[in-house]
């Protein structure tokens, strides 16, 4: 099975705190750590640094590689990303999910 690439990002919340978008961070990172099992790699993540202007004023976006689609399936219902999910959703304006398998256009 081919490996399923997860493009996503969002913006926060206006007058969410540093401290908060640290903690969202942390609790991404750990998440992916948790489930290692499921990724060949993942999260790669960065603020938006293009000069392009077309990046709809996204704070974050990031990079996952789950091994297959069964790994993607297993992973979107698993308790761990469900409560990461209920714990960023407050701080969360808007987001994207863009799920991919290499080179299928």
């Given at each position: 099975?081919p490996?399923?690439?997860?493009l996503?990002g969002?913006?926060?919340?206006?007058?969410?705190?540093d401290?908060?978008?640290?903690?969202?961070?942390?609790?991404?990172l750990?998440?992916?750590?948790?489930?290692?099992?499921?990724v060949?790699?993942?999260?790669?993540?960065?603020?938006?640094?293009?000069?392009?202007?077309?990046?709809?004023d996204?704070d974050?976006?990031?990079?996952?590689?789950?091994?297959s689609?069964?790994?993607r399936?297993?992973f979107?219902?698993?308790?761990?990303?469900?409560?990461v999910?209920?714990?960023?959703?407050?701080?969360?304006?808007?987001m994207?999910?863009?799920d991919?398998v290499k080179?299928?256009?």
């Open positions: 099975m490996a399923v690439t997860r996503a969002w913006k926060y919340t206006e007058g969410t705190s401290e908060r978008k640290r903690q969202a961070r942390d609790s991404l750990k998440l992916y750590t948790e489930v290692a099992h499921l060949n790699h993942g999260p790669i993540a960065g603020k938006n640094i293009s000069k392009l202007g077309v990046h709809k996204f974050i976006a990031f990079t996952v590689e789950f091994k689609v069964e790994a399936d297993e979107d219902p698993h308790p761990l990303h469900d409560k999910v209920a714990d960023l959703m407050p701080i969360i304006a808007d994207f999910v863009y991919l080179d299928e256009w």
